[in-house]
């Protein structure tokens, strides 16, 4: 008999807490976790990804119940073919799945709360 093992690597992900900061790219706070919570949202206020890479999934909650959170990527990159360094607002309550499509692109798909 043979017994295969398959490993699935993107489970489970690490987990983390972050608190939205800054208002530019320069200064927002990174995600280093593969899910992200995030606190802080006041519509100014953001987070910034990591470096774009192929198949490099990253996943944020905006835990404010009505304010926008901002979402910039690493620099020089772009999320949705977008402008690079341009962010993205999410809603309050809202969860978004960032996937690298190489190593400067981001597709990002949104569960809106409406």
Request: proline share 4%; no cysteine.
């Given at each position: 008999?043979?017994?295969?093992?398959?490993?699935?690597?993107?489970?489970?992900?690490?987990?983390?807490?972050?608190?939205?900061?800054?208002s530019?790219?320069?200064d927002?706070?990174?995600?280093?976790?593969?899910?992200?919570?995030?606190?802080?949202?006041?519509?100014?206020?953001?987070?910034?990804l990591?470096?774009?890479?192929?198949?490099?999934?990253?996943?944020?909650?905006?835990?404010h119940?009505?304010?926008?959170?901002?979402v910039?990527?690493?620099?020089?990159?772009?999320?949705?073919?977008?402008?690079?360094?341009?962010?993205?607002?999410?809603?309050?309550?809202?969860?978004?799945?960032?996937?690298?499509?190489?190593t400067?692109?981001?597709?990002a798909?949104?569960?809106?709360?409406?």
């Amino acid at each position: 008999d043979i017994i295969e093992v398959l490993l699935m690597p993107d489970v489970p992900q690490n987990v983390a807490s972050v608190a939205a900061a800054g208002s530019t790219q320069g200064d927002a706070a990174a995600l280093t976790a593969g899910i992200n919570t995030v606190s802080a949202a006041d519509g100014t206020k953001g987070v910034i990804l990591p470096a774009a890479k192929a198949g490099l999934v990253v996943q944020v909650y905006n835990e404010h119940a009505t304010n926008g959170l901002k979402v910039y990527p690493a620099t020089g990159d772009d999320i949705n073919d977008g402008s690079a360094d341009a962010a993205i607002t999410m809603e309050g309550k809202g969860i978004a799945r960032f996937t690298g499509l190489d190593t400067a692109t981001f597709a990002a798909s949104f569960v809106a709360n409406t």
